[in-house]
């Protein structure tokens, strides 16, 4: 029998399914040797300022239920840190005398495993909990907070955190009245609240700015961050773009103004709990805005009892987990997702009237004659010169602060060549050493091969399935189409390893390398593979053998997909395996003195790398410098097949 493990979501319960064994030579019985499945999501991985955060749809008032199965959640899978409830989690009003499970949350009698956020959603808040707020500064008990109808955020994990809570009527949005907009007692949100939300400066500058540019969003410099947004409503462009559509007729869920909410916020995570009814689950692809920033839209159905859902029926998912940290300036830009769009939301220029002439011929002199007049009046608030991006530059010819972009003390600055000045953060593509001239498009260059046609990718429908072995959650483990070992009758096994043992640990998402994997969605790829390898270790020690795994990272036009290849070895010879890799790469192959600073140096995908993992634990790397000749099926060759080529060669060159 083969254990295969498969998940159906991102994130979730893994499920093991039994299957017969191909009748293939390579496979190995993993009845006998294997030694567990994979988990299905580790989430201890011990990486700083991660933040394992588990958000979930609307809870209805089923308090008890929902901490309890989140508690469970957390001592399986966790641990988490942060639990974001979107939508509704008080539900319907409840009838005269029926708020005995309210009453005990808000005496704190109820065990609340995590810090919990809560948003407004499609009622109004119970008064009980609103006369409780308004005197703790917005804790509904310990652990239990309550956002405001609009509200940003910081966590003590240094997330930031939008919430635009109600829900949308097109027939009070425009005649809300301001004392209302603010009230949770009113469940929908209105003009007022939209105008308030878009004029906070908490939001990202790009998004505030008066005048929106793909310049200024490249140069703007503002530290902002919205990591998650949490609504109720659906925005009503999110599905433009999507090579999917959401099971739910659009006038359900579409909320039009949530579209300046998000783009004004550009959240990295966007999650709403309101689409349809009952409320479904569905993952946008990730989208891509003009400045780069990656958001992903994920629409969660309800733990609560929803109306309309059968008695005993199958609820849709109410729950999504995220690993996030912290962006900073100094973090690595993160890589374009393979199945990313571009963004579903219209960037509609907000420019204003050009200035209108001035007539005035007593105000001053003619600029065309030299009689230059000197200005009266300064930039209003919020101007930004383009120029320099300084709002508090003193004028040249008049002692006010404020300048427009004509009185630049940087107007007629020179570069290092003596030419014009470059903007802020430009980089000379023609230069001889600048580090990003081999980054231009070629004509003719090769186009990157898609997870459709990559030989590792589950999507391709040419993969070889049968050689499979196990599928995790982040990762899968296969037999390569050629053992290194030999595994017929004729030729003696060095190991005792069932269909010779020679593995490939892949991940299931499309990245080039390990290195190129974002760095927010790494840790669980990288603990699954530690996983397998202590599995596999264990295995190998039952057979008398012990893995050596090694890794060819090389970034090219054509791409390709991340994989480690482990190659069993008789236990008796694993002292020799460095010695054995020094000798076969020879002069060619320079192995760094310190592989882990190497290691580092190259994290990114800054430089191409060949990486072994020793028996011992010690670990050698080679960087492939570039323009040097590399050959990548260095590990995979064997000694036999060197021999008999070069005899070949030998006998085909006196013909």
């Known amino acids: 029998m083969i254990v295969m493990e498969y998940s159906a979501h991102t994130v979730g319960w893994g499920k093991l399914w039994?299957?017969?064994?191909?009748?293939?030579?390579?496979?190995?019985?993993?009845?006998?040797?294997?030694?567990?499945?994979?988990?299905?999501?580790?989430?201890?991985?011990?990486?700083?300022?991660?933040?394992?955060?588990?958000?979930?749809?609307?809870?209805?008032?089923?308090?008890?239920?929902?901490?309890?199965?989140?508690?469970?959640?957390?001592?399986?899978?966790?641990?988490?840190?942060?639990?974001?409830?979107?939508?509704?989690?008080?539900?319907?009003?409840?009838?005269?005398?029926?708020?005995?499970?309210?009453?005990?949350?808000?005496?704190?009698?109820?065990?609340?495993?995590?810090?919990?956020?809560?948003?407004?959603?499609?009622?109004?808040?119970?008064?009980?909990?609103?006369?409780?707020?308004?005197?703790?500064?917005?804790?509904?008990?310990?652990?239990?907070?309550?956002?405001?109808?609009?509200?940003?955020?910081?966590?003590?994990?240094?997330?930031?955190?939008?919430?635009?809570?109600?829900?949308?009527?097109?027939?009070?949005?425009?005649?809300?009245?301001?004392?209302?907009?603010?009230?949770?007692?009113?469940?929908?949100?209105?003009?007022?609240?939209?105008?308030?939300?878009?004029?906070?400066?908490?939001?990202?500058?790009?998004?505030?700015?008066?005048?929106?540019?793909?310049?200024?969003?490249?140069?703007?410099?503002?530290?902002?961050?919205?990591?998650?947004?949490?609504?109720?409503?659906?925005?009503?462009?999110?599905?433009?773009?999507?090579?999917?559509?959401?099971?739910?007729?659009?006038?359900?869920?579409?909320?039009?103004?949530?579209?300046?909410?998000?783009?004004?916020?550009?959240?990295?995570?966007?999650?709403?709990?309101?689409?349809?009814?009952?409320?479904?689950?569905?993952?946008?692809?990730?989208?891509?805005?003009?400045?780069?920033?990656?958001?992903?839209?994920?629409?969660?159905?309800?733990?609560?009892?929803?109306?309309?859902?059968?008695?005993?029926?199958?609820?849709?998912?109410?729950?999504?987990?995220?690993s996030i940290a912290p962006l900073t300036t100094s973090s690595p830009p993160l890589p374009r997702p393979t199945n990313a769009t571009s963004c579903p939301f219209p960037m509609i220029s907000t420019r204003g009237e050009k200035r209108a002439i001035d007539n005035d011929d007593d105000a001053g002199g003619n600029f065309i004659f030299g009689d230059q007049r000197e200005p009266t009046a300064h930039p209003p608030e919020g101007y930004v010169c383009r120029k320099c991006q300084s709002t508090e530059v003193r004028r040249l010819i008049s002692p006010i602060s404020r300048h427009y972009i004509g009185?630049?003390?940087?107007?007629?600055?020179?570069?290092?060549?003596?030419?014009?000045?470059?903007?802020?953060?430009?980089?000379?593509?023609?230069?001889?050493?600048?580090?990003?001239?081999?980054?231009?498009?070629?004509?003719?260059?090769?186009?990157?091969?898609s997870p459709d046609e990559c030989w590792f990718c589950l999507s391709n429908p040419r993969l070889t399935k049968h050689l499979i072995v196990s599928i995790g959650t982040e990762v899968y483990v296969t037999l390569p189409k050629g053992q290194l070992p030999p595994t017929d009758d004729t030729s003696p096994s060095p190991t005792s390893v069932p269909g010779g043992g020679h593995l490939l640990i892949i991940p299931i998402s499309h990245y080039p390398t390990f290195s190129s994997i974002p760095p927010d969605l790494a840790p669980p790829i990288v603990s699954e593979v530690d996983t397998y390898k202590n599995a596999l270790r264990t295995l190998y020690a039952v057979h008398g053998a012990v893995p050596v795994f090694f890794e060819v990272s090389r970034l090219t036009g054509k791409g390709g997909h991340a994989h480690v290849q482990v190659v069993p070895v008789p236990e008796t010879k694993q002292d020799g395996v460095e010695g054995a890799f020094r000798a076969y790469g020879g002069q060619q192959v320079v192995w760094e003195e310190d592989p882990l600073k190497a290691l580092t140096d190259a994290a990114g995908g800054k430089m191409n790398y060949f990486r072994v993992d020793l028996p011992d634990g010690r670990k050698m790397v080679h960087i492939i410098r570039p323009g040097k000749m590399f050959n990548l099926q260095f590990g995979r060759q064997k000694e036999e097949e060197r021999r008999d080529a070069l005899a070949f060669k030998n006998v085909f060159l006196r013909v």
């Open 18 to 322: 039994s299957l017969p064994a191909a009748n293939h030579p390579n496979v190995f019985d993993t009845a006998k040797s294997w030694v567990g499945p994979v988990q299905s999501f580790a989430l201890d991985i011990g990486v700083d300022n991660l933040t394992v955060s588990l958000t979930v749809g609307s809870a209805l008032g089923s308090f008890s239920s929902l901490f309890s199965k989140v508690k469970a959640i957390d001592a399986k899978h966790g641990r988490f840190e942060l639990l974001l409830c979107a939508g509704d989690f008080f539900g319907l009003p409840s009838e005269e005398g029926d708020d005995s499970e309210l009453d005990l949350l808000l005496e704190g009698k109820l065990d609340v495993p995590i810090s919990t956020y809560i948003m407004q959603g499609l009622y109004p808040i119970p008064s009980k909990v609103l006369a409780k707020t308004s005197q703790n500064g917005g804790e509904v008990c310990p652990n239990v907070f309550l956002l405001g109808k609009t509200s940003i955020v910081t966590t003590s994990q240094r997330l930031t955190i939008a919430s635009f809570g109600g829900c949308y009527n097109p027939d009070t949005f425009q005649a809300g009245e301001g004392a209302e907009a603010f009230d949770l007692s009113f469940p929908s949100f209105n003009s007022t609240n939209l105008a308030s939300f878009l004029s906070s400066s908490s939001l990202p500058s790009i998004a505030t700015s008066a005048e929106p540019s793909l310049s200024m969003a490249k140069t703007s410099t503002s530290t902002s961050q919205i990591d998650i947004l949490l609504t109720n409503d659906w925005p009503s462009s999110i599905t433009r773009l999507s090579k999917t559509s959401p099971p739910v007729p659009e006038g359900s869920w579409a909320a039009p103004p949530l579209d300046d909410v998000v783009k004004a916020c550009r959240p990295r995570y966007h999650f709403a709990a309101a689409g349809g009814s009952p409320p479904i689950f569905w993952e946008r692809e990730p989208f891509i805005w003009e400045a780069g920033q990656i958001t992903r839209f994920v629409g969660l159905g309800a733990f609560g009892d929803p109306i309309g859902v059968p008695a005993g029926g199958k609820k849709p998912r109410w729950f999504y987990a995220v």
């Open 407 to 449: 009185d630049c003390p940087e107007r007629n600055a020179t570069g290092d060549t003596g030419g014009k000045k470059p903007p802020p953060g430009y980089v000379c593509r023609a230069c001889a050493n600048c580090p990003n001239v081999k980054e231009r498009p070629r004509p003719g260059s090769v186009k990157e091969i």
